[in-house]
């Protein structure tokens, strides 16, 4: 039996943001001004229970004032992490609790029968794919991605990302992480031997292209218009980019020592290596050590080295979801 905790940003009923549930901010807003599902006073969202910053200060009139998780105080008050407003992208997503905002607090704790089995629900709580399936179940709303659109064919999609959006480390988020995970990860034949079926459409590989380092483009050689629901649904625990920033030291490309220092590290090279810390089914690289180290933009990540019977995973104090009485998730 394996056992997974985390510490929970907040206790309390969750509308959009797994793990996340919600609690009264600081002023301007009153607990009674929290717009919740139940009563959204007056507040239309662009999507089920959830909508973009710019459009909720638009229909409040209010600059939503950001809190922060009390679990992050010793380290913003020691230096060791930047205020939340300059944690969270300049564009957060605003998510809307069913019933009331609560407080911060609790732990969450869940077993499974065996370290992989079973753990898709352990990482469902955490999960962080361009796009999701709202509580309707048939709604596809922007997640990690800020928006998107297709040409007429279904042939390309551009995605846009959120401005300010941040690793789990700190560092930015950006195309160049999706360009990486695409041409230097399943596209290379020393990672993986063969490109993921779900990205070979009309019988050849997706084609990434950057556009700017908030806007990239999918270009498929036939008709993908399921590409959404994939990603939403079973894709939602594969995300399609990676930390460059982080993975380059052990890639041969990057670094003509990643070869060297994969075969001292124990390795028979470099690929072997790579693929001993970077997998597609993201529950796996939670398994090892390397996780502590590896950023994500899921909600919680590992607070200690992981074994064959527990899990133990804290709110990732930059994780780009609020509120609506903009306390940080989750």
Known sequence: ??????????????????????VLSAPPLLASECATVADPKGLTAAWPEQLDLADYQKQTGKSLTFSDNPLFADKVKGGGLPPVAQRLPEEPLVVMPYDECGKYGGTLHGTSKE???????????????????AD???????????????NPEF???TFHLRKGHKWSDGAP????????????????????????????????????AK????????????????????LATGGSFFEPFAPKHHYTAYHIKYNPKADEEAKAAGA?????????????????E????????????????LEVAPDTQRRVFVANPYYFKVDTAGNQLP
């Open 1 to 22: 039996m394996v056992f997974a905790q985390a510490k929970i940003g907040r206790t309390g009923l969750v509308a959009a943001a797994a793990l996340a549930a919600f």
């Open 115 to 133: 370290p992989e089995s079973g753990t898709s629900e352990f990482l469902s709580w955490r999960q962080a794919n361009l796009v999701r399936m």
């Open 136 to 150: 309707d179940l048939h709604t596809i709303v922007p997640n990690v991605a800020k928006s998107w659109e297709w």
């Open 155 to 157: 042939t390309e999609i």
């Open 173 to 208: 988020f950006t195309s160049d992480d999706v360009v990486f995970y695409f041409d230097d990860i399943i596209k290379n034949k020393n990672i993986q031997e063969n490109v993921p079926s779900e990205w070979v459409i009309g019988g050849k590989p997706v084609e990434v």
């Open 211 to 230: 556009v700017d380092d908030l806007t990239f483009k999918l270009k498929f050689a036939a008709p993908y218009p399921g590409l959404l629901h994939f």
């Open 268 to 284: 028979e090279g470099w690929a072997q290596r790579f693929n001993q810390i970077w997998n597609k089914w993201k529950d796996t």
């Open 286 to 301: 939670a398994l090892t050590a390397h996780a502590l180290t590896r950023p994500t933009l899921e909600s919680h990540i």
